[in-house]
């Protein structure tokens, strides 16, 4: 069974986009970087934020500094470099058909049209990768959801994405160990 060697957290770079909803993979990182004091640092070569944890062999973070549509660029010359498996990759993303406060886990899948999972299955050429799906809820209209995606949630969104995030990262250990059965039993009985 593979372990997770990348983590990659999907959102766009800037001070605007920061706190949007779309931006919930990098809250993730962000939140594993400052449990386990990690910095992330710039990279032109990986076109992102990145950093390497050695605790249990190399482990990488990941925040593409492309905008979500190109973010796939930066996946692709990360594992290129490290030579890293589609399957030992995780992609932490919004999602917009499960309810806030809700993380599901899983191997492979479409990608719904959220734009950087389809860079990403572009770029690598494959879409056999991990996903742990975030909820942020859908605005209940699909001519909506770019307006959606790309606003602040509401206080009661945000604490609930927040808290799909801490349930998440109760799951931290056995992702990285490749224990994945394990991970959402546990994950998904919590949320």
Known sequence: MNKIRLFVGLGNPGEQYCDTRHNAGFWWVDFICQSHKLSLVNSKKYFGQYCKHNDDGDIFFLKPATFM??????VQA??????IKPEEILVIH????????????KLGGGHGGHNGLKSIESSIGSKNFWRLRLGIGHPGDKNKVSNFVLNKPTKIEENLIQEAILNSYKVFSYIVLGQFEKAMLNLHSVT
């Open 78 to 83: 990360l594992i290129n470099f490290y030579k």
């Open 69 to 74: 549509n190109e973010s796939g660029k930066s």
């Open 94 to 105: 919004d999602e917009l058909d499960i309810h806030p406060g809700i993380a599901k886990l």
